[in-house]
């Protein structure tokens, strides 16, 4: 019994590792690789000196067209692309929480469904379409930012509400509460703080997309970055991804205190 017990699991071993080293053999099979270009030395070196030597010049400029006014309007976007997705994903999210482990309602799937179907849209994609919409600039990166921000927090709080201990709503309830009282007095002081956590989490998130939406025309450092970046300006690029460097660096400092205290 033991003997075969060993074989069994020895078989399924081998089997795991032959399907993760057919897999690995397809994925490099996909991958053409073209090997590494005859310059790619002298374009490193001059990355790598526009790094250690950026453009101190551009920091500040005075004319809204340097470093410190690109880095507040990222930011600038993220918060409000953020706050936005956070302010109507809430009541899609208790539309979609489950109210019953027994089935799943017809509102609850539709939710759902649609909390999925915006998930599936990339950001870029979104920055391309808004900026096709509504034009090049910080209104479409608001726009991306929150459409797709609906998705990823419309999820994470619908679980969060279907997580909460239901022996607070069920005493309510035992004691003629209506579904108001119950959700005023119990579920949404229970679920609050981890919507606050989720929302500064993405705030975080946001401020790294927000940085890179630019590139497609939807506002922030992202255009000044690939400006630099086609004009191989390499100290300018150096500058630039310090300022996301430090400015990322800040927001998680502080967003990680503030959860810490929330936890």
């Known amino acids: 019994m033991i003997v075969q017990k060993n074989r069994t699991q020895l078989i399924k071993r081998w089997a795991i590792a032959i399907a993760l080293i057919l897999l690995f053999g397809w994925a490099f099979s996909g991958v053409p690789l073209t090997g590494v270009k005859d310059t790619a030395g002298e374009v490193f070196g001059a990355i790598v000196k526009g790094l250690v030597h950026p453009d101190w010049s551009y920091v500040y400029t005075g004319d809204g067209e340097d470093l410190l006014s690109a880095l507040l309007e990222t930011l600038a976007i993220a918060f409000l692309g953020t706050f936005i997705s956070a302010f ?8 979609a929480a489950k109210t019953s482990k027994k089935f799943i309602s017809v509102h609850s799937g539709l939710a759902k469904f649609f909390l999925t179907f915006i998930r599936v849209f990339p950001q870029i994609v979104l920055a391309i379409m808004f900026t096709k919409a509504v034009g090049p600039g910080a209104y479409a990166g608001v726009l991306a930012l929150a ?8 999820k994470l709080f619908s679980e969060g509400i279907e997580n909460v201990d239901k022996g607070a709503n069920e005493g309510i309830k035992a004691a003629g509460g209506s579904k108001l009282a119950m959700l005023s007095v ?16 993405r ?4 401020v790294r997309s927000a940085a890179i939406l630019g590139i497609v025309g939807a506002g922030g450092i992202g255009a000044p970055l690939i400006f ?10 150096g500058i630039i991804l310090i300022g996301i460097v430090v400015m990322v660096t800040i927001i ?6 503030i959860r810490k205290k929330l936890i």
């Open 186 to 201: 119990a579920t949404f002081p229970e679920v609050l703080p981890e919507f606050i956590n989720y929302t500064l989490y």
């Open 252 to 257: 998680d400092l502080i967003s990680g205190q």
């Open 147 to 154: 459409v797709h921000s609906i998705g990823m927090m419309g």
């Open 88 to 95: 109507l994903a809430v009541p899609i999210a208790f539309i």
């Open 203 to 206: 705030f975080e998130i946001a």
């Open 228 to 237: 630099a970046l086609s004009a191989r300006a390499w100290s300018r690029v």
